[in-house]
């Protein structure tokens, strides 16, 4: 496997918040997506499928290749011989717990975004740019140790507080299989927006969203994939995303270049 293979990746989802309280499928209404960009079928390598792209000069900047090292190394584990511990079993009203969460931005496909997570005060900040053919940042659990087993709930329950006066467009992914590259089970989310005013104003801040299961929609690096299902009982890794990028060549209609901030308190089950 190349060493492109095991680093590479990107972030993607297909929901989208109307209101802050409930994430649910959107109308398509993001930008024109490109015809038959999607998956006919899960590829073997993704990274081989992608068509070459190139950004002008202008807007090329020197590749970060120290960062890249970085944060591509702390999802690379030496196979275990030890045998898999049973799943942790979580009924609805229960969190996934302290839940640390690691950069894993576009640098990692030669971009040049950045972005950092404070454990204490669980704040994800950064800046995105689509320098470099980029235009995406991310945060991403370690494989959990042991799994979660989710299948007794019907979704997760996401607290967060959006920076003030950013309204913009996140992503949520759970995964169900420790693959650098595997398929990500999507929903997107708008916060900051008018829509959640008065949900800041009485909890300090915090919006609160609904992720259904049932509304995840699979895919690989922002494409959609017809033949995967997500295994609730065995929930390895948790992401959250900031992209220009939405499904099958089609744009997120909140992105914008430059600084972000948002704080991820708690997800949990319902």
Not at 7 to 21: E, I, W, Y
Not at 56 to 61: D, F, M, S
Not at 63 to 92: H, N, Y
């Amino acid at each position: 496997v190349s060493m492109l293979a095991l680093v590479t990746f990107h972030l993607s989802f297909d929901l989208a918040a109307k209101s802050p309280r409930v994430a649910h499928s959107p109308a398509r209404s993001y930008i024109t997506a490109e015809e038959d960009s999607a998956w006919r079928s899960r590829p073997l390598v993704p990274e081989l499928a992608q068509p070459p792209s190139a950004a002008p000069e202008a807007e090329r900047v020197p590749w970060d290749w120290k960062r890249f090292v970085k944060q591509s190394s702390e999802f690379i584990a030496l196979p275990s011989l030890k045998p898999g511990t049973a799943p942790r079993v979580l009924q609805p009203g229960d969190n996934f717990g302290e839940l640390p969460l690691f950069p894993l931005d576009d640098v990692v496909m030669g971009g040049a975004s950045s972005s950092s997570f404070d454990e204490q005060q669980r704040r994800w900040t950064g800046k995105v740019t689509t320098k470099n053919n980029g235009g995406f940042v991310g945060v991403r659990s370690k494989p959990l140790r042991p799994p979660l087993d989710c299948s007794a709930a019907a979704g997760v329950v996401l607290r967060v507080r959006p920076g003030s006066g950013l309204g913009l467009r996140y992503k949520f992914i759970l995964r169900d299989s420790t693959d650098f590259n595997g398929v990500c089970y999507t929903a997107s989310f708008d916060v900051g927006t008018s829509n959640g005013v008065v949900s800041r104003m009485l909890n300090r801040g915090v919006e609160t969203i609904k992720v259904p299961f049932d509304s995840l929609v699979p895919t690989i690096f922002a494409r959609t994939i017809p033949d995967a299902a997500i295994d609730l009982g065995n929930i390895v890794s948790v992401q959250f995303a900031l992209s220009k990028f939405e499904y099958d060549g089609g744009l997120s209609p909140l992105f914008k270049e430059g600084r972000f901030q948002i704080d991820i308190l708690d997800v949990s089950l319902y």
